[in-house]
């Protein structure tokens, strides 16, 4: 009987150690694998005629993919250095696309595309070119345009203000910065207008603190018949920028100067927050992360957050055994960050024998 006490623990044990060693190996194929850059909502289309090749329909969608892709990641000027690049070398940083909504309406075929780079092998390119990526954070902004007319001497908040009512009328679906317009409020408008003289110090502490944002932007325009300048103050992540744009020959009632001058402005401001959000791929710091192999929740919590992790340029299985799994995470930041980061996520750290370990 004794035996057979023995051999049935023994069973167990093996079992244990069976299970334990499957779920290692599912986790790796399932979590390990290169996290992706996603870019969705590209439609493609052409016209429907005798020399109609889906394929070529295809790769101009996945050029426009590309370029919205380094729109969300680099700034304006880099964008414009390294966008040239041949199909050939897009498809290789392509890990899988998706077809959806084919349709053909008026001899004209119509498609959306959906298309997955890999995170890795995109991060590699831009290190290769010199470019230091950013990560792709959305964020809320409050929005305050100002127009000072300066042959008048009229300020415009909100009526007779062309960038207070036509800002958000266009919006590209690769700009991470979502903008808040101030409600018109008759009592903000002529504190500021009786500041018409000192508005580039004025304080706007009493307006801003009216809405939950902790990042805002003032947008003074001057206006007058030559030309067109505006002060920018950007204050993002708690960092105020200053910036100062001039634009000749460009007319307030002319559409298409207004588009131009909106657009480029947005860039302006996308610009600023992604050089907030750098990441420094010059930077590989190896850490060495460790976490109870029996807290399988855990676990599959810290490969998620890892996988996502921006600043993570690749991590793996180091050892694992019946107590502990450790991963090797090559990281391009400072320690500190890391660490600022993981707190965030809810998972603290202490080191112990030079491993970061998860309590």
Known sequence: MQIINKLFRLKKVYIFFTSFFLFIIIFSTTFLQASTFKVTDIEISSPFELNFNKNTVIDEGFRTSFSNLLSMITTSGDKNRIEKISMKEIKSMIDS??????KFINNEYFAQLETSFNKKKILNFLERKSVFPSMPIKNK??????IVDTETDNIYLFNNNI????????????????????NEDIEDLNKIQKM???IETYNFSNLIKKYDLKDYIISIIYKDKEEIKILSKIN???????????????????????????????????????????????IKLPLTVSIDSK????????????????LISDFYILKFDSQNIQYKIIYNGSPKTFLNDMSKKNFDLVMENNIWKVQ
């Open 97 to 102: 696309f998706t077809i959806s909504n084919e």
């Open 141 to 146: 902004v409050l929005l305050v345009p100002i």
């Open 163 to 182: 960038f207070y009512e036509r800002w958000n009328d266009i919006k590209k679906n690769y700009q991470l910065l979502e903008y808040l317009l101030p």
């Open 196 to 198: 018409s003289n000192d």
């Open 236 to 282: 993002l992540n708690d960092s105020l920028k200053i910036n100062n744009q001039k634009y000749s020959n460009l007319k307030f009632n002319n559409e298409k100067d207004i588009n131009k001058i909106l657009e480029n402005l947005k860039n302006v401001y996308e610009d600023q927050w992604k050089r907030n959000n750098e990441i420094n791929t010059s």
């Open 295 to 310: 807290n399988y929740d855990k676990i599959l919590k810290l490969e998620a957050i890892l996988d996502n992790y921006d």
